[in-house]
């Protein structure tokens, strides 16, 4: 019982960062009709920059700034290279952002070395959070899920219940209306882009001292968010979760 628990437990926060991950993909797809293939490697940004920001500032710095940096360069790529494609149809989408993929890894590799950085867990977080038959659970996992709940409760009031949720729902089924109102859609379209990235980015700061910080971490975890995307429904948040 003891074991079943804890490891029950242990998915479960697993899960919720693995929902943390595939949100901005399930955003990105379900608001822009693109399936990023790079999505993992923005989590894997987001992992070097929060480590190199603990570096300087510590953590809880961290958790902000890495997000905002993984941000920043998923809208410039989006109005720099994608958005130079997205005429020509899905597949010259999927190879830009495949190939974006590669290249990441490279500066990766480039700036940080081929092996994982000590990426830690911060000190106010490393202690048991409960004790269950004897066996202790970390306070950082619980952590891990809590931060995924609230990036699910905050998305889904952003999407829902703000002027800005629904311009970006409106722009997607009618571009034509929402410029005639005044609204600049291809923004629209950056802004969604770098918002996914951000969320893959912060999944990377809690996942990446977590687990390991490593340039093969985004690959470990690429194939597994898509099928986390697939079996709760393309472009379906609440589906994500479940999944």
Known sequence: MEFFTISLLNGLSYGL?????????????????????AHASFYMLGAYFAYATTEVVGFWPALIVAPLLVA????????????????????????????????ILEMVQLVWGTSSVNYRVPALLSGPLFTLYGTQFPMYRGFMMLVAVLMLIAIWLLLTRTRIGLVIQAALTHPETVEALGHNVPRVFMLVFGGGAALAGLAGVIGGNAFVTEPGMAATVGSVIFVVVVVGGMGSLSGAFVA
């Open 17 to 37: 960062l693995l929902f943390m991950l595939s949100s901005g993909l399930t955003l990105i797809f379900s608001m822009m009709g693109v399936l990023n293939f």
């Open 72 to 103: 920043v360069l998923g809208a410039g790529f989006e109005k720099y290279c994608l958005r130079r494609v997205h005429k020509f149809g899905h597949v010259p989408e999927l190879l830009i952002t495949f190939g974006l993929s590669f290249i």
